[in-house]
């Protein structure tokens, strides 16, 4: 450990790894920065929702292999957010 080393600034939410009783004992001062990625996680858990919902990856894949998505109505290709607003706007269940 740098023999001037005076202050620890952990990205992590956790401090587990660290030695706390030596760092203590040398006079080193530890602070993490949790919560300091909320909202981007919070982005990506709503991203990869909305992902899943529109069948994101398999369309992808789909049109990867030359296979074509549309029409986008039958039910193999239909993103749920789709599927559900139709069937309670024309009364099907």
Known sequence: MAGKLKFISFMNSGINELHLDLLKKRGIKVANIR??????????TMMLMLSLAKLTVLKHNMASNGQQV????????????VARSYARTSGRR
């Open 35 to 44: 919560g300091s990625n909320a909202i981007t996680v919070a982005e990506q």
């Open 70 to 81: 549309f029409p986008w109505w039958e039910d193999g290709t239909r993103a749920a957010t």
